[in-house]
């Protein structure tokens, strides 16, 4: 069973940067995306960052400029450096793979448990 663990969260002041990483546990065949959500007190989760594999990043428009996702092939981690940090960053930030497994079948999708990246002064 796959199992993603985030990293990296933490206490940090407005203009100030933080690099998220997600570890993934388990067998992996391939990867069809990787993901930074992210959901702040009160409100739905949101997509923050996506990366599939072969295809375009894209990133939620209050991110762009600021946020880089990337990936490390070699050990299924994903990334997210975060500059510029605002308050209204402020959130639980989750990773979230689409996967297929060794045995085939339909693309699997698993969430780490999340960090908090708190932006305040």
């Known amino acids: 069973q796959v199992q993603l663990v985030e990293s990296g969260g933490g206490l940090v002041q407005p203009g100030g940067s933080l690099r998220l990483s997600c570890a993934a546990s388990g067998i992996i065949f391939s990867i069809n995306a990787m993901a930074w959500y992210r959901q702040a007190p009160g409100k739905e989760r949101e997509l923050v960052a996506r990366l599939p594999s072969g295809g375009s990043t894209n990133y939620a428009d209050s991110v762009k400029g600021r946020f880089t996702i990337s990936r490390d092939y070699t050990k299924n981690m994903v990334y997210l450096q975060m500059n510029s940090l605002k308050s209204e960053d402020t959130a639980v930030y989750y990773c979230?793979?689409?996967?297929?497994?060794?045995?085939?079948?339909?693309?699997?999708?698993?969430w780490g448990q999340g960090t908090l990246v708190t932006v305040s002064s």
């Open positions: 979230n793979y689409w996967y297929r497994s060794r045995f085939g079948g339909s693309p699997l999708e698993v």
